[in-house]
């Protein structure tokens, strides 16, 4: 008799993947519109792809390369951080997207039973790469009903050495946010750093949409010897399926570009050499290209608010930055998950349920996705699927709720 091996806790802990089910759900859909995942409609820069599109015969591209990237690569990060993000004192290293950076800083500075500090809603690839590194006490942060930044009453005391507990390792923010397009402005990220500094906790930023910001407000960071900060190309120039981020770690900590080396050698080796070929020639086309675009996308963000307009007053956050608008669906609807798969099926659209990001009965809608006229198509079957909601329930295709 033999006895079958386990499969790892770990991995059976962690959340699935909630693009995973969604994806499920547009299987076989015909004519399904897409108001879900967090990806932008336009390609990388055409001058960009045209230097690089030659390069597949180039040995180069087939060969391993630094661990840490490109040694060009890393110069020109170097100077962009120090241009734009005024960050004068942190090391680069490239990865193979955000996501993976961030499971990087993961396993470089978290033990499993390590406590991590999230704040509600949160991005919920960040909290599975926790659950599968074998973090298991995630504290998730409360924030403020209105504007939903952290509440830092509770992080402090969170935090405090008063408590019996030990201090949280780290604590993470996405700003502007991934699931709400919440901006964090620079006094409050300022004062999260203070009370982590204070704390002797990791403070972790990921500045993915760093240039998706609107109305006038402009993005900022900061530094210090217990911030870690991340950044991505995917959804500014269009390169989410060619996989390349950067970690900005602090170059006057000791020790730390060895350990995070282990981590990334352990994982993709280098991230891929014609991506961050292609990353180069992106930033050398410059931070304008992206703005031009992302302010296209102030149109589908007032569409898509108009489309959310039969939830009620007051019902939808978000949308300072980033790509998503956050929505309260009324309180009998507290099965998200449940009214994302009526609305496929019965109006062709698809969102996210916000219970994947610690919000159940909320929606995460991306308005990057699509261009003007399919964003219009998009919000009218949303619309026509939210009014039909909240005036007579998840009626069936057979005419039952």
């Known amino acids: 008799m033999t006895t079958q091996p386990k499969l790892a806790r770990r991995a059976l802990e962690t959340n699935t993947p909630v693009m995973v089910e969604i994806q499920k759900l547009q299987r076989n859909k015909v004519d399904l519109m897409s108001l879900a995942q967090g ?3 336009w390609q990388p820069p055409e001058q960009a792809l045209n230097k690089v599109k030659e390069m597949v015969w180039d040995p180069i591209v087939s060969k391993y390369g630094a661990d840490d990237g490109l040694a060009e690569l890393r110069e020109a990060l170097r100077e962009k951080l120090r241009r734009e993000n005024n960050l004068r004192n942190s090391s680069v290293m490239v990865t193979a997207g ?6 990087n800083i993961v396993l470089t500075l978290c033990d499993p039973g390590d406590s991590v500090v999230m704040f509600s809603p949160y991005y919920f690839n960040a909290y599975m790469s926790f659950q599968m590194t074998g973090i298991t006490d995630i504290l998730v942060g409360p924030a403020d009903p209105d504007t939903l930044l952290p509440d830092l009453e509770w992080l402090e005391k969170t935090l405090s050495q008063k408590s019996d507990k ?9 700003n502007p946010g991934n699931p709400s397009g919440v901006y964090i402005p620079l006094p409050t990220l300022q004062r999260i750093s203070d009370i982590c500094r204070k704390a002797g906790s990791w403070f972790v930023v990921d500045n993915t949409y760093e240039y998706f910001m609107y109305d006038g407000l402009k993005h900022e960071c900061i530094e210090g010897s217990h911030i870690v900060n991340v950044f991505s190309f995917s959804k500014a120039y269009g390169m989410m399926g060619w996989r390349v981020g950067y970690i900005a770690y602090p170059t006057e900590v000791d020790g730390f570009a060895e350990q995070l080396l282990k981590v990334q050698d352990n994982i993709p080796i280098c991230a891929s050499i014609i991506s961050q070929k292609l990353a180069l020639h992106s930033l ?3 931070p304008g290209w992206i703005q031009e ?3 296209d996308l102030v149109k589908n963000r007032e569409i898509l608010i108009k489309a959310l307009s039969p939830l009620g007053e007051g019902a939808v956050k978000g949308g300072e ?3 998503y608008l956050w929505a309260k669906l009324p309180d009998k609807y507290s099965d998200d998950f449940e009214v994302v798969k009526w609305l496929v099926h019965k109006h062709s659209v698809v969102v996210i349920p916000g219970s994947s990001s610690g919000g159940p009965g909320y929606l995460r809608i991306s308005f990057g996705g699509l261009k003007e006229d399919d964003c219009q198509l998009a919000a009218d ?4 699927g939210l009014e039909q909601l909240v005036t007579e329930g998840m009626v069936g295709i057979d005419g039952t709720e």
């Open 321 to 323: 930055g980033a790509i």
């Open 381 to 384: 079957r949303l619309k026509r």
């Open 293 to 295: 675009r992302v302010q």
């Open 39 to 41: 990806v932008v409609y």
């Open 166 to 174: 030990p201090v949280p390792k780290l604590v993470t923010v996405v």
């Open 98 to 103: 955000a996501n993976q950076a961030f499971v």
């Open 284 to 286: 050398e086309v410059g």
